[in-house]
């Protein structure tokens, strides 16, 4: 049994597992992270050098991933690893690559994404509460005056 107390074995350790669904619960996917109050944002950084481009901030994951994804094909090209590789739009205007077009052309794919994603929300939820009884068919107009009753 030689090597059996200094052996090194592939798998993790308890921690380090820990750690792992910890960044994946935090990260889902590539480029993205959470704000404290819950929205979701994107940003890269610039080839060959420190700064980064602001992707924009968005309600859903989904959203903001699309956006970097958008953003991470512009900058590397095809062989560029994305979240979601099919869904990403080839044109062949990559000539121009600068900071201010690709902030561009990933805020646009993200604000698109992010509201579809958000309406798709909203109708599973009203779907979800059209069983139940609503006070308000319609929510109050509050810029109008109470009309008076005559019960009194």
Known sequence: MEGDCCSTSSSTTSGEKR???RQQKD???RGIRMRKWGKWVAEIREPNKRSRIWLGSYTTPIAAARA???AVFYLR??????NFPDLILQEDDLR?????SIRKKATEVGAKVDALQTSLHASTSSESNSN????FDKP????KYPESS???
């Open 140 to 143: 109050p107009d509050l810029n």
């Open 19 to 21: 750690k792992q669904r």
């Open 132 to 135: 139940t009884s609503r006070v």
């Open 77 to 82: 090209g095809p062989s560029a690893r994305l």
């Open 68 to 70: 970097y994804d958008t």
């Open 27 to 29: 990260k889902p996917f």
């Open 96 to 100: 121009d690559i600068s900071a201010a």
């Open 150 to 152: 005559d019960e009194d």
